[in-house]
């Protein structure tokens, strides 16, 4: 249905079409019409929204630092669970991944050769040299956040300790990619090109999503891409930036017995760093940090 210049706008302010919204769909039309997918309605937050994910942000962030102060060789990532699960309910958030498809816990714990959805486990016990993602997901007031990082166990090898950091400058990248106007294939393309410029492989088929008013929403974000392609990028979209990187080959497989881990499908490191990102009117806001 289209919407009359004087009806009320889509978005919900309240003002007339014509005085709210009008030219930034004629804008979006005009790249529909040169054949770019654009974003739907349905997925551009209003301010409260934004608002809503930025509180639930800080939560996840404080989550994460919580983490970095306690993490430690000998400790089980069933303990991350714990801790984890513990800091969110006190927070009066919840745990995302928790029940999530049946997933059985409250946080992703991936070490080494694990890509992600690694699943915490009170027999797997953090020992010096490993790299493990930690990867967080909370609601909070309805609002998701998502966000993982890299954590370096005791003394890890000069290789793993590359990737880690390199793996971050592909999602800082990934970031300054992000524009009004861009496309999400610039954001990929970027990732890509450091990551290979290393050496490094980026697995394709797992990737970024839309996300804030549920876990996975539209768009997919792929880490691998061409500039000028792909979606368009407008203010109010929200999803995640979060390339996973191989030390050597780009595929993959699922734990056949837990139906969830992924690992690399030459026993190579991978590592990962996620943030949740909003596209604004100039750029990109960070809700994740
Ligand atoms: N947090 C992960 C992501 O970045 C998704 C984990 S889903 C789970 O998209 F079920 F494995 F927890
Ligand atoms: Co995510
Ligand atoms: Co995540």
């Given at each position: 249905?289209?919407i009359?210049r004087n009806d009320p706008c889509w978005c919900g302010s309240k003002k007339k079409y014509k005085a709210c919204h009008i030219a930034f769909d004629e804008?979006?039309?005009?790249?529909?019409?040169?054949?770019?997918?654009?974003?739907?309605h349905?997925?551009?937050?209003t301010?409260?929204?934004?608002?809503?994910?930025?509180?639930?942000?800080?939560?996840?962030?404080?989550?994460?630092?919580?983490?970095?102060?306690?993490?430690?060789?000998?400790?089980?990532?069933?303990?991350?669970?714990?801790?984890?699960?513990?800091?969110?309910?006190?927070?009066?958030?919840?745990?995302?991944?928790?029940?999530?498809?049946?997933?059985?816990?409250?946080?992703?714990?991936?070490?080494?050769?694990?890509?992600?959805?690694?699943?915490?486990?009170?027999?797997?016990?953090?020992?010096?040299?490993?790299?493990?993602?930690?990867?967080?997901?909370?609601?909070?007031?309805?609002?998701?956040?998502?966000?993982?990082?890299?954590?370096?166990?005791?003394?890890?090898?000069?290789?793993?300790?590359?990737?880690?950091?390199?793996?971050?400058?592909?999602?800082?990248?990934?970031?300054?990619?992000?524009?009004?106007?861009?496309?999400?294939?610039?954001?990929?393309?970027?990732?890509?090109?450091?990551?290979?410029?290393?050496?490094?492989?980026?697995?394709?088929?797992?990737?970024?999503?839309?996300?804030?008013?549920?876990?996975?929403?539209?768009?997919?974000?792929?880490?691998?891409?061409?500039?000028?392609?792909?979606?368009?990028?407008?203010?109010?979209?929200?999803?995640?930036?979060?390339?996973?990187?191989?030390?050597?080959?780009?595929?993959?497989?699922?734990?056949?017995?837990?139906?969830?881990?992924?690992?690399?499908?030459?026993?190579?490191?991978?590592?990962?760093?996620?943030?949740?990102?909003?596209?604004?009117?100039?750029?990109?806001?960070?809700?994740?940090?």
């Open positions: 249905m289209k009359g804008k979006i039309n005009s790249y529909a019409q040169k054949g770019f997918p654009v974003p739907s349905a997925i551009l937050k301010p409260a929204q934004l608002e809503g994910i930025r509180e639930s942000g800080k939560i996840n962030t404080a989550i994460l630092y919580m983490v970095a102060e306690k993490i430690h060789a000998g400790m089980s990532t069933e303990e991350i669970n714990t801790l984890v699960h513990e800091f969110t309910i006190a927070h009066n958030a919840i745990p995302a991944t928790l029940n999530y498809k049946g997933y059985p816990k409250s946080v992703c714990t991936s070490i080494n050769n694990e890509v992600c959805h690694g699943i915490p486990d009170a027999n797997r016990i953090l020992k010096n040299g490993d790299i493990i993602n930690v990867d967080v997901t909370t609601i909070y007031n309805g609002y998701y956040a998502d966000a993982s990082r890299m954590f370096c166990i005791g003394e890890v090898s000069p290789e793993a300790k590359k990737l880690v950091d390199v793996t971050k400058e592909c999602l800082e990248l990934g970031l300054k990619a992000v524009k009004p106007w861009g496309f999400l294939g610039d954001i990929g393309a970027v990732i890509q090109a450091h990551a290979e410029k290393h050496g490094y492989s980026v697995v394709e088929n797992i990737g970024g999503h839309g996300v804030g008013l549920s876990f996975h929403e539209e768009p997919y974000v792929c880490h691998i891409g061409k500039p000028n392609t792909g979606m368009l990028l407008v203010p109010g979209m929200v999803f995640t930036i979060e390339p996973m990187i191989n030390a050597g080959t780009s595929e993959v497989y699922e734990d056949a017995d837990n139906g969830w881990t992924i690992y690399t499908d030459d026993g190579s490191l991978s590592a990962q760093w996620e943030y949740t990102v909003a596209v604004t009117e100039d750029g990109a806001e960070i809700l994740t940090r």
